[in-house]
């Protein structure tokens, strides 16, 4: 039996980068995925493909996870679709960099809410359905190490990802005796269309930094997605695990 059969999993802003290749792998563990995207319709459609080509199984859902209401329809339609609901993977993000003192209120908040208030608004939606189901659930939060070593240049994005550990470790504490786990994932540096605005020369500069001297293969994120979500990390929960090449340690 694959190690996800039977789980049905949503994964927020799965249309492209960290996420699809999240959802990929969990299809291919045999999970039922709920393919959640924001604008890119084409793209998460393409995901979808990918994976039924491959006899998984998998919807694209557009929300913007930012917003309460739609969050929440999000989840709802999961349910509606397969049945119930066992894995969150709260993954949509962005970014918008530059130093404090030219940073805009609308760039604050526009982070805070895609990469901190989603995680609410999709916690807040299935933490419900999965306590009620009595099966347990995982939670698995994308984070970042800028979250725990802070960057120049990213005060509003390092706070949400800060702010998403807190959440983490709180959550993990309110739901571990209904068998909810709660744990967040912090990548280094992943090729994506988040990262690929950074200069050749910041990426080449990065590898100084990365005691593996590279930078992460999206599926292996993925690949620790899968196994925390499995029966077989049932006693992990509120913890951090970096990918991201020994960068913080
Ligand atoms: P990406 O390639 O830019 O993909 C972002 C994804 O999030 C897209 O699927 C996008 O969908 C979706 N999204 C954005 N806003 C959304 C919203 N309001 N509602 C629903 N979906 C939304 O970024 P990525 O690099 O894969 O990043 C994925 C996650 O990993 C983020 O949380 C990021 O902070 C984190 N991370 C990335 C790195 C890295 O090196 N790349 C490192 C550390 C952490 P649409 O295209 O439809 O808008």
């Known amino acids: 039996m694959s190690l996800l059969e039977g789980k049905v999993a949503v994964v927020t802003g799965a249309s492209r980068g960290i996420g699809r290749a999240i959802a990929e792998e969990l299809a291919a563990n045999g999970a039922s995925v709920m393919v959640n995207y924001n604008a890119s319709a084409e793209a998460a459609a393409e995901v979808v493909a990918g994976i039924v080509a491959k006899g998984g199984q998998a919807t694209a859902v557009p929300a913007d996870v930012s917003d309460f209401q739609a969050a929440q329809e999000l989840i ?48 807040k939606a299935a933490v419900r359905p999965m306590v009620r189901r009595k099966q347990g659930g995982r939670i698995i939060n994308i984070s970042s190490v800028v979250g725990l070593v802070g960057q120049a240049g990213q005060s509003n994005y390092a706070a949400s990802k800060a702010g998403v550990i807190g959440f983490t470790k709180s ?79």
Not at 79 to 94: E, W
Not at 97 to 109: A, C, G, P, R
């Open 76 to 123: 709802k339609t999961a349910i509606a679709t397969y049945g119930h609901i066992d894995i969150l993977v709260n993954n949509a993000g962005t970014t918008r960099d530059t130093l404090l003192m030219m940073m805009k209120e609308d760039q604050w908040d526009t982070v805070l809410d895609t990469n901190l208030k989603s995680v609410f608004n999709c916690c």
């Open 171 to 249: 959550l993990a504490k309110e739901i571990g005796s209904r068998q909810i786990t709660v744990n967040a994932i912090a990548p280094g540096f992943f090729l994506t269309a988040l990262t690929d605005a950074l200069s050749d020369e910041m990426k080449e500069k990065s590898l100084e930094f990365i005691p593996l001297g590279r930078w992460g293969e999206l599926p292996e994120v993925g690949y620790l997605v899968s196994f925390l979500a499995s029966d077989k990390a049932a006693y992990i929960t509120g913890q951090v695990i970096n990918v991201d090449g020994g960068i913080a340690m």
